[in-house]
Each structure stands twice: as C-alpha cells, then as structure tokens.
C-alpha cells in the first residue's frame, strides 16, 4: 500500500508583514495544511523562529524540518513537490 | 495585441491606474509582484481621506486588492524583467516567463529603500538590518534597536519599535528631526527612545548576527537591530530601458502624466509630478491622470 506523505509545514509571521500574507495565500492556494504561529503574540515562537532561521526576519517557513526564509514560491514548490 | 493598457506597479499609482483605467473600459492588465507596494510595510497611514482612525498599512493594502478584483482588473503577480517598443505598442517580459503585449502603458514601479551603504550592512541584511520594521519589527521584543534616519518614516518606526524594544536609538545625520512636527513632538517626548543628532552609522559590526554600530563621532552603539530609513531610490530601470527621459534621477512628466516616448506615461514615487512630496494622495491621483490620459490617447 503506498503512504501517503503529509507535509509538516509552519509558518512564523507577524500581523503586518506582506510576505507573511502571500506565503500564506500561496500555501492555502494549494491546499498545503500550516500552522500558523503569530511571533507578535507569541515570544517563545519568535525566538524559535530567530533559532531556526538565525535570522531577525518573517517569515520563517518550517517545511518538513527544512527552513525557508521570506515568500521563496519557488523553493516552497520544490520542497512541498506542488 | 493582449491589452490596451499594461501597468507596471502595484502601489496606490499603480492600483488608482488600474481602477480607473477598467472603468474606462480598456483593456488592462497590472503587472506587480506585491499589490499596495510600500503602503503594506508602512506601520499605520494617518493622512489617507476617508479613514478617521490611522489605517494599517497592510489593511489599506489588502482593500486596494480587493478593490481591483472587484471592479475586474486583471493581475498578473511577477516582476517585469524586460520592456521594449514595437510599431504597435510594447511587449512586456515577466519573470515568470509571460510576454504580454499592451497598446499602452503606466510606469509605476515606485521605489526601493536607499541603503546606507556602509561596511556590514549586507553582511547582516537580516541578521540584524532590516528595511521594514513591520515585518520584522516583532522580533525584536526586549532587544536594543537603532533606527537610522531623521524623517516621518524614520520617526514611526522608532516610535513603533519603542512599545516592545528595551531601547531604541535613532540617529539624525543633521541637527534637526526632519518629520512632520506633531511626530518630532511625539518622538521627543518617548522616553525609550534617544536621539543622537549629527550622527551617522558608519560601519555595523558583529559575529553570527550584527552586535552594534560605530558611529562618525567615534562612538559605539550596542544593539541587536538597526533599521534603515533614509529615504527611497526610485525604480526607473524600464523607463531608461524605453529611452525615457528622466530629470533629477526621476521620470520627467507632463501635466497629463506623458513621457517623451509616445504612449508611455508614468505615475507615482518614480515622476517629478508631485513636486517631491510623495504621498500615497499624489500617488494615487497621478494613477488617476495617467489612466484618463490614456483613454485619450487610445480613442
């Protein structure tokens, strides 16, 4: 039986920022399910994201454990194979 | 050929453009990689009519969106990579691979941050500098900031990052703030931020992410982040690629927003029409001039 893989994939964004936005509309566009973690609102997840990304920038894309940092459609399809 | 009107930008030049261009019943398509332009990263906008409250950017933004789907113009979301003339009008090239050609078009590319230009600022792009405090800005919750600049934008992002930082700095190259003066009152009577006047970072530096600035007085400031807002360059690379003409690095227009080259007009951040005051306002209405401009032409 073959398995199908489902993509983990989080998002770590801020209120305003425009590519938080599009990368979010791009993900729900293709029906890729996220978590959406709001690091205004959440202090331990913006530090997680300033770890994973060593960077101070949104947004940070946790696709499968591989980090996409800001609105990278191209790599995304890559990672998510869309 | 595809369109009568092909505009290239989506901030509120671009976006007024499109709106009035479809009710005139052209044609139209708007070619831009983030619908709004710089209004979605400016903090709040408290001077755009209509709005008696200060609007998000990103709010004022989105309805722009909306407001172009509504009334039916098409959007194509890409960077326009190359513009030529052609007997019967222009053939556009996006970056994601389309040619579009178009009887007309508006350039409204708008413009980029101006960078400093100092030793560690691409070294610590995102590591530390950053050129929009509204996307990034968050991150720097309990961290020392330092903004550089002295005008409206500068002001408000200092004044924004001081709700959150442990301290914001901002540096003033001359002896005066250059904002609005309710703003300057404003940012005088913050006390998490502190004003160096006569100031100007001349090298950032630090190991894995930025640590500081050295400054031209001899001075250091430690701080995790350093946002830059001096001011904006704009973008007129197409325009030179049609042989535009430009005057003081802008587009030079006519009061109905023409170029030399027929059938090319321009609106917004990237023409000398607004007389330097680069508002959403004049924008916007250049957007309108243009579009009526071009139903004239078109007739």
Known sequence: MNKVKVNKVRVFST?????????????????IEFEDINVEENEAAAEEAVKLSGQYGVPVIDVNGTIVVGFDRVRLKNLLKI | MDYDVAII????????????????????????????????????IENWPGEPEAVSGHELAERFHKQ?????????????????????????????GQTIKARAVILAMGSKK????????????????????????????????????????AIISAIMLAEYAEKVHITVKGPELAGKPYRIEQIKSNPNIKIHYNTMVQSIFGSKCMEGVALNNGK???????????????LTDLAV???????SGLIAVKSDMSTNIQGVFAAGDITNGCNRLNQIITAAAEGAIAANSIYNFLR
């Not at chain 2, 690629?241 to 005057?247: A, F, N, P």
């Open chain 1, 15 to 31: 209120n305003a920022c425009p590519y938080c936005h599009m990368a979010k509309d791009f993900l729900k566009q293709n029906k």
């Open chain 2, 9 to 44: 930008g989506g901030g509120p030049a671009g976006v007024t453009a499109g709106v009035y261009s479809v009710r005139y019943n052209l044609k139209t398509i708007l070619i831009s990689p983030l619908i709004g332009g710089w209004i979605g990263k400016t903090p709040y």
């Open chain 2, 68 to 96: 172009l789907v509504n009334i039916g113009t098409k959007i194509l979301e890409s960077e326009v990579v190359d513009i030529s003339k052609e007997k019967a009008g222009f053939v556009i090239k996006t970056s994601c």
């Open chain 2, 114 to 153: 101006r960078k400093l230009g100092v030793p560690g600022e691409d070294e610590f792009l995102g590591r530390g500098v950053s050129y929009c405090v509204t996307c990034d800005g968050p991150l720097f919750k309990k961290k020392r900031v330092i903004v550089a600049g002295s005008g409206d934008s």
């Open chain 2, 220 to 234: 250091q400031i430690k701080a995790e982040g350093l946002f830059v807002e001096i001011g904006l360059i704009p």
């Open chain 2, 241 to 247: 690629k049609l042989g535009v003409k430009l005057e």
